[in-house]
T-cell receptor, first 110, second 111 residues
């Protein structure tokens, strides 16, 4: 079965600390992986996708097919990074059928 | 501003009733999808429409149906409402080869 697992409901760090939001997936094939973010009182928006291999707002994520993981990392957290983060999987590019994890709330304290 | 607008923002219905939720997308967004997000969960894919035809469906019963119109607006209809249908309903749309843009959602409460 296709599934995305985000084991942490809440991750709390201090400003300047490194952050790693975990995401593991289950899919028999080569999926597309995404990270979406929802800031307080804002809509869900795309943060990054693995095919782009880019860094957005200092965040990066590497697809590890051997470990079926797509962890989101940032070396130095900022207070404005506090938000809800969702990992999502799609069977292929250009499909809107995303399978989301349950999300991790990141709290960055000053 | 992504240009995906949903209405209403909140809605309360009684079990057994029918509901229509609306979404207005940006010009050029030929694809629209609907998601259900229960409290504490990630969004779940309901279905996708492309050029007014259903183009993919998640694990939802037929009482969930949709329409997409030529003016880039769309509807999600739910018949015979059940208590478990209480959730945030998200509309998302995009142009070809572009990422999804989500709306703010409609919070539906079924009593």
């Amino acid at each position: 079965a296709q599934r995305v697992t985000q084991p942490e409901k809440l991750l709390s760090v201090f400003k300047g600390a490194p952050v790693e939001l975990k995401c593991n997936y289950s899919y028999s094939g080569s999926p597309e992986l995404f990270w979406y973010v929802q800031y307080s009182r804002q809509r869900l928006q795309l943060l990054l996708r693995h095919i782009s291999r880019e860094s957005i707002k200092g965040f990066t994520a590497d697809l590890n097919k051997g470990e079926t993981s797509f962890h989101l990392k940032k070396p130095f957290a900022q207070e404005e990074d506090s938000a809800m983060y969702y990992c999502a999987l799609a069977k292929s590019y250009n499909t809107d059928k995303l399978i989301f994890g349950t999300g991790t709330r990141l709290q960055v304290f000053p | 501003e992504t240009g995906v607008t949903q209405s209403p923002t909140h809605l309360i219905k009684t079990r057994g009733q029918q509901v229509t939720l609306r979404c207005s997308s940006q010009s050029g967004h030929n694809t629209v999808s609907w998601y259900q997000q229960a409290l504490g969960q990630g969004p779940q894919f309901i279905f996708q429409y492309y050029r007014e035809e259903e183009n993919g469906r998640g694990n939802f019963p037929p009482r969930f149906s949709g329409l997409q119109f030529p003016n880039y607006s769309s509807e999600l209809n739910v018949n015979a409402l059940e208590l478990d249908d209480s959730a945030l309903y998200l509309c998302a749309s995009r142009a070809a080869n572009s990422p999804l843009h989500f709306g703010n959602g409609t919070r539906l409460t079924v009593t």
